[in-house]
Structures are given as structure tokens and as C-alpha cells.
């Protein structure tokens, strides 16, 4: 459920009246692991989903004082199902395969936000559907080198995408066809010493969209993560990160791309009692200027400290 209003200001010296949009989900699934050999598991899950709008308002007057209903699209169901199948290779090492689908249904705001002007409702919008399909392989090698690997094949049926319209600034949420992600994922883990920790995290990405003209936004082809941890003691961890990114399209006209970054992040964790933990993160430490979407730059350097107590 979400309300809101706008508050009076100079150019509109009163509170708006409420709106209120309101939706139900409802799922009720299971998940079977059988184990036919010793070697290899195999698992089954199936969901039940049902979602429905069941309340959406707009101002009908240019005022902003009166309200009317919008079009509430009608009840939609879907069957989610997946099968993975893991086989050990050895004692530290698996191999797996897997296939499943599954329904995303279009959020409130997806649906039916303005944007603060800059998007148009569409009451219309469907859930999508992925079919995904991924193998991959993990385990520990000689000296505790964690690794994983994994490659897939994504197909979004109706898949949702923000669409740039006709009016420079202004996008719509609309079903646009059958999607594809295609890519892989890489992760090493190494000890160094007794002390150190190194990590490395790769991924590819092609996306395409269903549509033609209309190109893949936020997702960039690669993305790499460097680590390297130092650990003084049980209690203590210093870590620095590189993160690097290529270039991205932040619109589906791809007219608002913006480019590759590297940055820096730093973060010192010291658990201070058993229950007890500080955590510092400086992140962004070279105070580099990038982006997400084109025109809002994301924070400079930023410094956050968090003290947790677990109960």
C-alpha cells in the first residue's frame, strides 16, 4: 500500500489530498531435494503466485483537489518452477546445472507514477517472465583457492523496461518484448600467508532487448572487483576494494550514455565484543566523479561507520 501528497509551497499554498494504491501478492510454493547417488542431488521447486491491483487514484483537476480512480489492471496468476541438478566431482569439488521460471510482477510505482513528471503511468503493464539456465562449477584447490564459475542464458518474455518517449525527459514502464541476458560470472578466492586475503570477481554481460531500436539500459558488459584483505587478528579485517565498470546506457534510445569508472572503497570491520562490532567504510576513496544515469553523479568520498549489537 502507498499514499502520498504534496505539500503546499509557494506556488501552491495547500496540502494535496491523499492518493492511495494499494496491491496483494499471494504465494504459496514447495522445494524437494532427492538424492538418487551419493554424488548427486537433485532439486525441485514449484510456486504459485497471484497478484492483483486493488486500488489506484490520480488528481482529476489541474488544481490538484479533486480525485478519480485509474484503471486497475485485472488479476493475474503465474506458475514458477525450477529444477536443479548438483554433482560432486570430488570432496571439494561441484559441478551443477539448473533451469527455472519465474514471474515478476510490475511494482506500484512501475505502474502508475508520474516521477515527479518525468514518467507516464501505464495501468496496462504486465508481469514478465524469465526463463533461466545457468551451469557452473565450484570448489577449493590445493592452498584453500576458492573458486566459482558459472555461465547462463537468460529469455525475459514481456520483459519490463523504463522506454524513452517521444518527449525529451519523459519515459514509460511498458512490456517490450522477449529480453535476453547471456553472460558468465567469476569469483577466486586465495589465502596469502596467514594473514592476507586476496579476491578477484568478474562478469560478462550481453543484454539485449526484445524490441527493435530500443537498447539494454544499466548493464554494463563488464565488472570487475579486486580485493585485498588483511587480517591482524581473529578480531580484526582491513580491506581495500577496486570496483571497475565499463560504460552503460541509462536510456532505452541510447542518446544518455555514460562512461566506465574505477573506484576505490576501504573498510576496516573490528568486532569489539561476542556480540558486539565496529564497521568503517570509506568508500569512493579517490573521490572520483562517476555515474550511474547520465546527469546524477554519484557521492564523492564518503565515510560511513556503523556499530552493530547482535541480540
Do not use: C
Not at 492511495?20 to 548427486?40: K, M, Q, V
Not at 572503497?265 to 566523479?289: F, G, I, V
Request: glycine fraction near 8%.
Amino acid at each position: 500500500m502507498h499514499r502520498e501528497s504534496n505539500l503546499a509551497t509557494q506556488y501552491q499554498p495547500y496540502q494535496t489530498p491523499w492518493l492511495r494504491f494499494e496491491a496483494h501478492t499471494y504465494a504459496l510454493g514447495f522445494e524437494n531435494a532427492y538424492r538418487p547417488t551419493d554424488a548427486d542431488t537433485i532439486t525441485f521447486g514449484y510456486r504459485r503466485d497471484e497478484h492483483r491491483f486493488d486500488q489506484a487514484q490520480q488528481y482529476t483537476d489541474k488544481a490538484q483537489t479533486q480525485i478519480g480512480p485509474m484503471q486497475t489492471s485485472p488479476r493475474v496468476g503465474a506458475n514458477n518452477a525450477q529444477i536443479v541438478w548438483r554433482h560432486k566431482l570430488s570432496a571439494h569439488t561441484e559441478l551443477r546445472a539448473g533451469i527455472g521460471q519465474k514471474t515478476r510482477f510490475p511494482s506500484i510505482k512501475e505502474t502508475y507514477s508520474y516521477r515527479l513528471g518525468q514518467a507516464i503511468p501505464n495501468p496496462a503493464l504486465g508481469p514478465e517472465q524469465a526463463l533461466n539456465r545457468e551451469v557452473g562449477i565450484s570448489g577449493v584447490a590445493m592452498g584453500g583457492l576458492k573458486y566459482d564459475a558459472s555461465v547462463y542464458w537468460d529469455s525475459i518474455k514481456d520483459a519490463i523496461e523504463s522506454v524513452a518517449t517521444a518527449t525529451p525527459g519523459i519515459s514509460q514502464a511498458q512490456n517490450v518484448g522477449t529480453a535476453t541476458n547471456k553472460g558468465l560470472d567469476l569469483s577466486v578466492q586465495a589465502p596469502i600467508g596467514n594473514v592476507w586475503l586476496a579476491s578477484l570477481a568478474y562478469s560478462y554481460l550481453d543484454a539485449t532487448l526484445g524490441k527493435a531500436g530500443l537498447v539494454a539500459t544499466n548493464a554494463p558488459r563488464h565488472w570487475a572487483d579486486v580485493g585485498i584483505s588483511w587480517l591482524p587478528s581473529e578480531a580484526t579485517t582491513l580491506s581495500a576494494h577496486v570496483q571497475v565498470a565499463s560504460r552503460r546506457q541509462t536510456t532505452t534510445n541510447g542518446l544518455q550514455p555514460v562512461g566506465g569508472f574505477t573506484v576505490v572503497n576501504l573498510r576496516w570491520a573490528q568486532q569489539l565484543a561476542p556480540r558486539l562490532a565496529l564497521y568503517a567504510n570509506l568508500n569512493n576513496a579517490l573521490d572520483r566523479n562517476y555515474q550511474f544515469s547520465e546527469g546524477f553523479p554519484m557521492p564523492g568520498r564518503e565515510l560511513r561507520m556503523q556499530l552493530q549489537y547482535k541480540l
